[in-house]
């Protein structure tokens, strides 16, 4: 095989290489569900879907929602949309959160059912010291979020996307004491919930399995390329 060849087929095999490797670390993919047949009803409804995508450090981040599932409820209304975010809550959203745009939100009233579900996309682009982080609240009818198990009471879901990889947290409902239309310091009440639950289940890229699928038959078509130059060659 002359070294023509051969630098051909080594650069072939490198790109290969390096495909599966973007493939592996760019973007990462989760299907969430949520219990939500204890809002139904509620007295603090109307409610609404609420995502932020704030940015840490690094270059940025970003995040895709949708596939949304609706069991016996809906999304209602029109978006409301701050920073980069785009789209609706009941197609599909997108945000994106770099050092020019630091905060993004998108939030949309829903009509409860008995569950939700929806997909989420990130990318993974490495981060410093600070992570970038995309949240998952339920806001109540003044658009404060309702009490969780986070440490801070404010998300049902978090994805901290670090120079590591992603960190996932599912949270659930919990008891807090509000009010109708959300001001405590009038006719406070407690509202239960707990039977708010998430569960998060991560999920194979299907683009990134392409990407892999194609970068794997680059590696095989080289080291065919190469056995025939040997084989001629000899």
């Not at 993004?104 to 990318?123: A, H, M, V, W, Y």
């Amino acid at each position: 095989m002359n070294k023509q060849r051969l630098t051909t087929t080594v650069g072939v095999l490198a790109s290969a290489c390096a495909l599966l490797n973007a493939s592996a670390i760019q973007a990462a993919q989760y299907h969430v569900d949520v219990n939500t047949s204890p809002l139904i009803g509620n007295i603090n409804g109307p409610f609404y879907l609420d995502f932020q995508l704030n940015f840490g450090s690094g270059s940025g981040n970003s995040a895709t929602i949708n596939n949304f599932t609706y069991s016996s409820g809906a999304s209602t209304g029109v978006p409301t949309l701050f920073g980069t975010a785009s789209g609706d809550l009941s197609s599909s959203a997108s945000l994106w959160a770099d050092g020019t745009n630091p905060f993004n939100e998108i939030f949309q009233g829903f009509t409860p059912g008995s569950s939700l579900g929806f997909n989420i996309s990130l990318s993974s682009n490495p981060t410093g010291v600070t992570p970038d982080v995309l949240a998952f609240a339920i806001l109540d009818s003044s658009t404060f979020q309702i009490p969780t198990t986070d440490p801070l009471g404010l998300s049902l879901a978090q994805w901290d996307i670090t120079g590591t990889g992603i960190s996932v947290n599912a949270f659930s409902g919990t008891t807090g004491s509000t009010s109708v239309g959300g001001f405590t310091t009038f006719s406070p009440i407690t509202v239960d919930y707990s039977g708010v639950t998430v569960t998060i289940t991560a999920v194979p890229e299907a683009s990134t399995s392409m990407v892999g699928f194609a970068a794997l038959g680059m590696i095989a078509t080289g080291i065919y390329r190469a056995r025939r130059s040997v084989k001629q060659t000899a």
